[in-house]
């Protein structure tokens, strides 16, 4: 049975400070791997798709990695705008589109 | 840009109603998905559909129905609804084809039922 698992499941940094999500996965044949955030009352936001091992993608503050078990999120020099909670789902080859979630991950930065 | 748009954003029913959740893309997506969050357990699938009048069950399908007349509408049915279906509601829809594409989520429904 597919496996995500998402750790820690609460983070609290102080601006400036960078950390990492880790987003640790067991599926039968990975297809693709996603992060999104998620702001308190309201629907997850997409920000990276990682297809394979090695892959990494990159958006401001955020850089996501993959390996044949994990994920990563390497937050450098957040912001208190970066408070959310960040969610990663997994799709596996011959399961359709739909995707497995993980807990998620809630982050707050403070000033 | 990609908009998913649900009918409501909060919502309260009574023990018993029959409940309608309505959700439309406008990106002509195959796809489309209804997910409950609640906390503690994350994003659950409910059920999704790959095409018009077509539909799968997720991981928790009891309890629910759903339809897909147009390709651009997705609705969500709670036949007899129970005080343990207060959550929130979200619909994704997405694009198939290979690479795999992302869902794009609506601003969800958080439903009361008491």
């Known amino acids: 049975e597919d496996q995500v698992t998402q750790s820690p499941e609460a983070l609290r940094l102080q601006e400036g400070e960078s950390s990492s999500l880790n987003c640790s996965y067991t599926v039968s044949g990975l297809r693709g791997l996603f992060w999104y955030r998620q702001d308190p009352g309201k629907g997850p936001e997409f920000l990276f798709t990682?297809?394979?091992a090695g892959e990494e993608k990159e958006k401001e503050r955020l850089k996501a990695t993959l390996t044949k078990k994990e994920s990563f999120l390497h937050i450098t020099a957040p912001k208190p705008e970066d408070s959310a909670t960040y969610l990663c789902?997994?799709?596996?080859?011959?399961?359709?589109?739909?995707?497995?979630f993980g807990k998620g991950t809630s982050l707050l930065v403070t000033p | 840009d990609v908009k998913v748009t649900q009918s409501s954003r909060y919502l309260v029913k009574r023990t018993g109603e029959k409940v309608f959740l309505e959700c439309v893309q406008d990106?002509?997506?195959?796809?489309m998905f209804w997910y409950r969050q609640d906390p503690g357990l994350g994003l659950r699938l409910i059920y999704f559909s790959y095409d018009v009048k077509m539909k799968e069950k997720g991981d928790i399908p009891e309890g629910y129905s759903v339809s897909r007349e147009k390709k651009e509408r997705f609705s969500l049915i709670l036949e007899s609804a129970s005080t343990n279906q207060t959550s929130m509601y979200l619909c994704?829809?997405?694009?198939?084809?290979?690479?795999?594409?992302?869902?794009?989520f609506g601003p969800g429904t958080r439903l009361t039922v008491t």
């Open positions: 990682l297809y394979s």
């Open positions: 789902a997994v799709q596996a080859k011959n399961s359709g589109y739909a995707l497995n």
């Open positions: 994704a829809s997405s694009s198939q084809g290979d690479p795999l594409y992302e869902q794009y």
């Open positions: 990106m002509d997506h195959e796809n």
